[in-house]
């Protein structure tokens, strides 16, 4: 009896995670790209210019430099135009693309009066501007300031040609290592202006994608003394090759490539490469996953807690009874909100 309530209630959870997936008939299959002119400006590409190799060999040359050098992969140039107007913070991002709008750095204050403690909130993929107000809201109210920043080509940073974030996470092999290298600087740079604010205790908390680059970024830097990740991976490649919501990437990389070529092509921004540098910034971390996600997969997310303990990292784990998407309904997010503050109220 117990089994079969089991089964039909993750039937009905995954259901419901199909229904709120392709809600959305706006998804694009784009063409396969390298994109190696996203490389140029990148320092490993700069350690080993193009020189004959194929496009694939040299990616994967260009991951295994970064690897070894990520600290100069993922550093950059502190921001001399921090502006704050009407509790929104803009600044341009040390990291230039083509696209004007993405350039610009946006990110919404929720300010604690008279506290020393904040957190960078990193939303999800496709998240529109609002998404995660009512958590950085919830956490001001508890004595955290929060900062919650747009992703790279999302909502304020969108290009006009798009109606969905796409070049974050796409078909385009090196564009999308650029959307994470910006994300992963861009949320370095919020630290620097908490930083300069007096901020002594800082924390980060990333949902989804968000949670992929908050792993990048506390990788590299020492400030951040507590994480949040709301859903985690290893790979980025598993999450977009095995994912329902990124059906639509898969189709336009799969003809040209194979997994296994993928997770080389991802690597340097995969958070699993960088479990040995987490280790060491001696951070405590709240890991949630879903026990039905049907986008990151529950295997995916066991993966990286095995190895956090292996890697003796300090960590606390919940894992919630629901899916990817439903983890945005009621009653999951309000029970996924009382354990991301409670945590960051009990440990930052």
Same mark, same amino acid.
């Given at each position: 009896?117990?089994?079969?309530?089991?089964?039909?209630?993750?039937?009905?959870?995954?259901?419901?995670?199909?229904?709120?997936? &392709?809600?959305?008939?706006?998804?694009?299959?784009?063409?396969?790209?390298?994109?190696?002119?996203?490389?140029?400006?990148?320092?490993?590409?700069?350690?080993?210019?193009?020189? $004959?190799?194929?496009?694939?060999?040299?990616? %994967?040359? @260009?991951?295994?430099?970064?690897?070894?050098?990520?600290?100069?992969?993922? $550093?950059?140039?502190?921001?001399?135009?921090?502006?704050?107007? =009407?509790?929104?913070?803009?600044?341009?991002?040390?990291? =230039? %693309?083509?696209?004007?709008?993405?350039?610009?750095?946006?990110?919404?204050?929720?300010?604690?009066?008279?506290?020393?403690?904040?957190?960078?909130?990193? /939303?999800?993929?496709?998240?529109?501007?609002?998404?995660?107000?009512? *958590?950085?809201?919830?956490?001001?109210?508890?004595?955290?300031?929060?900062?919650?920043?747009?992703? /790279?080509?999302?909502?304020?940073?969108?290009?006009?040609?798009?109606?969905?974030?796409?070049?974050?996470?796409?078909?385009?092999?090196?564009?999308?290592?650029?959307?994470?290298?910006?994300?992963?600087?861009?949320?370095?740079?919020? &630290?620097?202006?908490?930083?300069?604010? $007096? &901020?002594?205790? *800082?924390?980060?908390?990333?949902?989804?994608?968000?949670?992929?680059?908050?792993?990048?970024?506390?990788?590299?830097?020492?400030?951040?003394?507590?994480?949040?990740?709301?859903?985690?991976?290893?790979?980025?490649?598993?999450?977009?090759?095995?994912?329902?919501?990124?059906?639509?990437?898969?189709?336009? *990389?799969?003809?040209?490539?194979?997994?296994?070529?993928?997770?080389?092509?991802?690597?340097?921004?995969?958070?699993?490469?960088?479990?040995?540098?987490?280790?060491?910034? +001696? +951070?405590?971390?709240?890991?949630?996953?879903?026990?039905?996600?049907?986008?990151? @997969?529950?295997?995916?997310?066991?993966?990286?807690?095995?190895?956090?303990?292996?890697?003796?990292?300090?960590?606390?784990?919940?894992?919630?009874?629901? $899916?990817?998407?439903? *983890?945005?309904?009621? /009653?999951?997010?309000?029970?996924?909100?009382? =354990?991301?503050?409670? &945590? @960051?109220?009990?440990?930052?």
């Amino acid at each position: 009896m117990v089994r079969a309530t089991t089964r039909m209630y993750e039937r009905w959870i995954r259901s419901r995670e199909e229904h709120l997936c &392709f809600r959305a008939t706006n998804r694009v299959v784009r063409r396969f790209e390298w994109g190696l002119e996203w490389a140029h400006n990148w320092p490993c590409a700069r350690r080993h210019p193009k020189n $004959g190799d194929s496009p694939a060999d040299y990616v %994967t040359q @260009l991951n295994q430099i970064a690897l070894r050098h990520s600290d100069e992969f993922f $550093g950059y140039e502190r921001p001399h135009d921090f502006s704050l107007q =009407h509790r929104v913070l803009r600044f341009h991002s040390p990291v =230039h %693309t083509p696209y004007p709008e993405n350039n610009v750095v946006h990110a919404q204050w929720f300010p604690a009066p008279g506290s020393k403690k904040a957190v960078v909130v990193l /939303p999800h993929w496709n998240a529109p501007a609002n998404a995660h107000n009512a *958590l950085c809201q919830g956490l001001s109210r508890l004595g955290i300031s929060a900062l919650r920043i747009s992703l /790279p080509y999302h909502d304020y940073r969108m290009p006009q040609e798009l109606q969905r974030a796409d070049y974050a996470v796409s078909s385009n092999v090196c564009r999308t290592i650029d959307a994470a290298r910006q994300a992963v600087i861009d949320v370095r740079c919020c &630290f620097d202006w908490l930083e300069m604010q $007096g &901020f002594e205790r *800082l924390g980060i908390v990333g949902t989804s994608l968000g949670s992929a680059y908050a792993c990048l970024a506390s990788a590299h830097d020492s400030r951040i003394a507590v994480n949040v990740f709301n859903h985690c991976s290893t790979y980025v490649a598993d999450v977009v090759w095995t994912g329902i919501s990124t059906q639509h990437v898969r189709q336009g *990389l799969e003809e040209q490539i194979d997994l296994d070529r993928l997770r080389q092509a991802w690597l340097a921004i995969s958070p699993v490469s960088y479990l040995e540098k987490f280790a060491a910034q +001696q +951070q405590k971390s709240l890991f949630i996953y879903a026990a039905y996600d049907t986008t990151f @997969l529950p295997s995916l997310s066991r993966d990286i807690v095995a190895r956090l303990r292996e890697h003796r990292i300090d960590h606390k784990v919940v894992v919630m009874p629901c $899916g990817h998407y439903t *983890l945005g309904e009621t /009653p999951f997010k309000f029970i996924d909100g009382y =354990h991301i503050c409670s &945590f @960051l109220k009990r440990t930052l």
